[in-house]
């Protein structure tokens, strides 16, 4: 599967913005779909994840501020951020791993989002 991620940009603190990630080629059914984004000088980490049905899981320290969907009509999953700061500003990357496997093994190229005081 390839995935496309898109909608980031420089936004001001307070602002919303959502990010989208096409897949194309497999079964968009066949996969989980999570968000990941790396901070600079910092490690990627996990932000949450979505499955097919709409069943969402998000990192504890994810704040309420972020709310993943996904339209599998579209073959599209969704990331919406709302209230952001400074602090969230990272690459943000979408990725697919398959139903029974743990491990995201797809990857997006990632979308940049710099969150202005």
């Known amino acids: 599967v390839q995935l496309q991620a898109s909608g980031g940009g420089l936004v001001q603190a307070g602002d919303s913005l959502r990010l989208s990630c096409v897949a194309s080629?497999?079964?968009?059914?066949?996969?989980?779909m999570g968000w990941f984004r790396q901070a600079p000088g910092k490690e990627r980490e996990f932000v949450g994840r979505?499955?097919?049905?709409?069943?969402?899981r998000y990192k504890e320290s994810v704040p309420g501020r972020f709310t993943i969907s996904r339209d599998n009509a579209k073959n599209t999953v969704y990331l919406q951020m709302s209230s952001l700061k400074p602090e969230d500003t990272a690459v943000y990357y979408c990725?697919?791993?398959?139903?029974?496997?743990?491990?995201?093994?797809?990857w997006g190229q990632g979308t940049q989002v710099t969150v202005s005081s």
């Open positions: 979505v499955t097919y049905s709409g069943n969402t």
């Open positions: 990725a697919a791993r398959e139903v029974s496997s743990r491990e995201y093994s797809y």
């Open positions: 080629g497999r079964s968009f059914s066949s996969y989980v």
